[in-house]
Every structure is written in C-alpha cells, then in structure tokens.
C-alpha cells in the first residue's frame, strides 16, 4: 500500500505544452512537498504546501486538503523541465516522511 | 555556500566489505536523513536524526548504521548485512524534523 500516489509515470510533451502531474495521498499531512530530480540524480525541493495554491515561475501547485490531491502544473514547458518530478508528504502524527515514486517528465522540442 | 555535501558520488565494493558514505551540512540543520532510491520506486527512509547524538531507524535500517556525533554530520554505513545494497543513497537535512528537507547529490554505490 502506498501512501502517496502520483499519476501519470511517465509524461511526454512537446515544448510548449501545459503539463499537469497528479498526486493523491492517503495520510495526515502536516505539508505536501514537490521536489525535482534531475538526471544526474540530485534532488530540488520546488514547493512546501499546507493549503491553497502556491506559483514559481513557471510552476504552479496546488492542494485539496478535503479532497487529499495535489497537481504540480508547469506551464509553457521547455526541455530543461526534463525531469522526475516527486510528491512527498509530511505526515501529522510524526516525523514521517511518505514518497510517491515520482513522475519520469520529458519535453520534446 | 551553505548547502550538503555527500562523498564520493560513485562508489563501488566488493561483497561482503562495510562501507560508510559521508553526508555533511553547513546549512546549522537539527534533522538529517538517509534515503535509498532505487529504480521504479519512491524514497525509502533509512535513518533520521532530529538531533545531535540522537537518531531513529527509518522504514528499512536493517543492515545499515548511522551516528550522529555532530550536528554537520550524519555518516551511513551499508555493512555486509545488507542484502542487496546497490542502489543511490541520498542524504537530506532540514531546520528540524517535519521542515523542507534539503537534498545532497547522493551517492550511487554498486556492490561488485
């Protein structure tokens, strides 16, 4: 059973595209976090969220806490967004950590 | 620079030999942690520490060791119990337990 859930694995997407990656949790949640793996394996924490609607540049999440999903958006994709892109939540009752097992992004020029 | 650092970025041994992967921090964190990564599947938690000379076995701390002597500091060693220890280790830290973590390079360690 996994606590959090991340559709679709893998996304592939011409540049330009409007891209929107999915993530579904099953625990109490004190912060959902998106972070950024890039090939070479180092990790980028992108987003901390406990509600509403966070935006980055070209990045936009949101969460539903009511709902327990969360989308990362990325707008106006370009290749360098190639990248696996992690859902990870914090849970309420500790100091537990719960990953999706990422979303594999490549954009295509 | 503030930031983590984790050495080597390659590391490879032969069975049955212990290793220890080093992760240090300038970043003044109070909580590190060791994640394994392997392919197909999310972070796993080995090890965390919320604090100096304090640290709590994670989801999967069976054939690995850690020590937390100072707060830049959060060493793991993979020993010869481990049963299948190739795999990409990462070290994170964060202001304390429950804050964004923050992500060293990692190490990708193969057992030959």
């Known amino acids: 059973k996994n606590e959090v859930e991340q559709s679709p694995q893998n996304l592939t997407a011409q540049e330009g595209e409007f891209i929107t990656i999915n993530c579904s949790y099953s625990v109490g949640i004190s912060a959902l976090h998106w972070l950024q793996q890039h090939p070479g394996g180092g990790i980028v924490s992108l987003f901390m969220l406990s509600s509403g609607k966070k935006k980055h540049g070209r990045l936009i999440a949101t969460i539903n806490i009511q709902e327990k999903h969360s989308s990362l958006h990325i707008t106006a994709s370009h290749p360098r967004d190639s990248a696996v892109y992690i859902c990870a939540v914090g849970s309420d009752t500790g100091n537990q950590f719960y990953f999706g097992t990422g979303t594999s992004l490549t954009v295509i020029p | 620079d503030g930031g983590i650092t984790q050495s080597p970025k390659y590391l490879f041994r032969k069975e049955g030999q212990n290793v220890t992967l080093s992760c240090e921090q300038n970043?003044?964190?109070?909580?590190m942690y060791w994640y394994r990564q392997d392919p197909g599947q999310g972070l796993r938690l080995i090890y965390y520490s919320q604090i100096v000379n304090d640290f709590q076995k994670g989801d999967i701390a069976e054939g690995y060791s850690v020590s937390r002597e100072k707060k830049e500091s959060f060493p793991l060693t993979v020993t010869s119990a481990q049963k299948n220890p190739t795999a990409f280790y990462l070290c994170?830290?964060?202001?304390?337990?429950?804050?964004?973590?923050?992500f060293g390079p990692g190490t990708r360690l193969t057992v030959l």
């Open positions: 994170a830290s964060s202001i304390s337990a429950g804050d964004t973590q923050y």
């Open positions: 970043l003044n964190h109070d909580a």
